[in-house]
């Protein structure tokens, strides 16, 4: 039995505990035929830690396609409207305060940036992309962010987009508001993720011992 719960504590002490929310978004509401702007769901995770941001479309099987990440800390200055570094036609997105883009066109790549006064690319070292083509999902993870944030912030408030590859092309489609078509504008909104509440990995050992012990008595 103690070699049973030395285990099963162990477990608990390096398994994290991931909780989110997913976001769904209609198919086929864009203005063009590219299932691959076309977004489907969201899923914005995190454990206590790291954060977490998945974006799926309806297809991923292309060679080419941008994808938008827009997050506005509450209660921080930001960004003015429509202003991003990828120079997209995207309004209503005041206050954006770090901004995640990725292609696929040429081998793809990623770039993100924070806003201080201005936009500044932000260390490779806090933020990971990537793609899953089996189930059509790039993932942004934010290394230490919430365990950064949470001391201040409660959630973020964020949104998403797929667009075209040029200088003041709008978003194709958005998890919040309308798309655009190409060469015109478009309009997003605001998102509240809400971050989890992890116990500390010492009130699942207590909790733990607790059952076992519970059991034991009985």
Known sequence: M??????????????SVAVGDIYTDPTGDISTGNLNLDITQVEVTDDGLDLFVSMTVA??????????????????????DNDNPW??????LADANIFSGAWLTGGGGDDSYTYYNEWNHLNDSYIDFHIDWASSTVTWTYYGFVDYYDDTLSG???????????????????????????????AGSWTYYEFSTVPAPGAFVLLAVAGFSRRRRQ
């Open 87 to 92: 120079g997209r036609n995207i309004s209503d």
């Open 2 to 15: 103690k070699k049973a719960i030395g285990i099963f504590v162990s477990t608990l002490l390096v398994t």
């Open 59 to 80: 297809d991923l099987n292309a060679d080419w396609g941008n994808y938008l990440l827009f997050i506005n800390l509450p209660g921080n200055s930001g960004s003015g």
């Open 156 to 186: 973020i408030d964020f949104e998403v987009a797929t667009t075209g590859g040029l200088w003041g092309d709008p978003a194709i489609d958005l998890l919040g508001g309308q798309g655009g078509n190409w060469g015109g504008g478009s």
